[in-house]
């Protein structure tokens, strides 16, 4: 069964939606310009055997505005006491792009964490993988008359690049989006969003960050192409593989975007399997 519900504490509100399951419990964390839907697909396969939860992460959907000093050090720390405020027990963290690098980021920090799944991200970031992306970034900046009109824009952009509309992307495009005097437009402002964007190239140290985690780790790896070539090649995560002690990787035919927003159950399974792997001396209960 799927929820929502918002969650405040410190003049915060974070929106949180839950599938409900069995332990563990599996806290999701959203891609750049996305939001908590994104996680539906993948959801749905992984629940009711597991509970799952994601939130809008600050400056996205319904959860609170960012700070103008947005990054994802701010971004990991929220993601910790919200694992914490909501006294979930030794969880499984899955981060989706940017969210795999604010997954990493809390699970080097944190020790309270079953496992990590990083799907396509937490690689080498450079001016290569932000070119492929940057066509999606396209509307945050633009208001439109209608949200058909905003959702026949978006559409144009991702068959530009060669990507297949379907319900998950509509339904995380229009969750996204509210509408000012008469004009629809991304809820958060693109600034925050290049804040972010900058965030990550200047904050996440592979080293640093990739040899302080002490859980199991599953990098996805997105090997299908978008214009061409994927956003991450296996190369890109050449320092994630090499710095991170207790890594498997799983690559996957899907792109970078169809590998959440689009039904993978392949991916569920090596998801389960690696849960199943992990002792269970780890998984403390989490209700």
């Not at 997954?103 to 799944?117: E, P, R």
């Not at 002490?214 to 890109?236: F, R």
Request: aromatic share 8%; glycine share 8%.
């Amino acid at each position: 069964m799927y929820t929502t519900y918002d969650h405040e504490w410190k003049g915060l509100t974070f929106r949180i939606a839950e599938w409900t399951g069995g332990s563990p419990t599996i806290v999701g964390i959203h891609g750049l310009a996305g939001n908590h839907k994104h996680f539906t697909a993948l959801a749905n396969e992984l629940s009711p055997e597991y509970r799952v939860l994601a939130y809008d992460v600050r400056g996205r959907g319904n959860s609170s505005r960012a700070e103008q000093d947005s990054s994802i050090l701010l971004h990991a720390e929220d993601t910790i006491e919200l694992i914490e405020s909501l006294g979930i027990k030794s969880p499984i963290l899955i981060g989706h792009s940017m969210g795999a690098f604010i997954a990493a980021i809390v699970a080097s920090k944190y020790k309270n964490l079953a496992g990590v799944v990083l799907v396509d991200g937490a690689g080498l970031l450079t001016s290569k993988e932000i070119e492929i992306v940057k066509p999606a970034l396209d509307r945050l900046g633009k208001s439109f008359p209608s949200k058909e009109a905003y959702i026949h824009h978006s559409q144009n952009i991702y068959h530009a690049m060669g990507l297949e509309w379907n319900e998950y992307f509509e339904e995380g495009i229009l969750y996204g989006v509210e509408e000012v005097d008469g004009q629809v437009r991304f809820k958060g402002e693109p600034e925050v969003i290049m804040k972010d964007l900058e965030s990550i190239e200047r904050d996440f140290d592979h080293k640093q960050i990739c040899s302080s985690i002490a859980c199991p780790v599953l990098l996805v790896i997105a090997n299908g192409k978008i214009g061409g070539s994927p956003v991450y090649t296996e190369e890109s995560y050449s320092k994630t593989k090499e710095y991170t002690a207790n890594l498997q990787s799983y690559l996957s035919d899907a792109n970078h975007y169809s590998i959440l927003l689009d039904r993978q159950p392949d991916l569920a399974h090596r998801i389960k399997q690696f849960i199943a792997e992990i002792s269970e001396s780890d998984l403390k209960g989490d209700h």
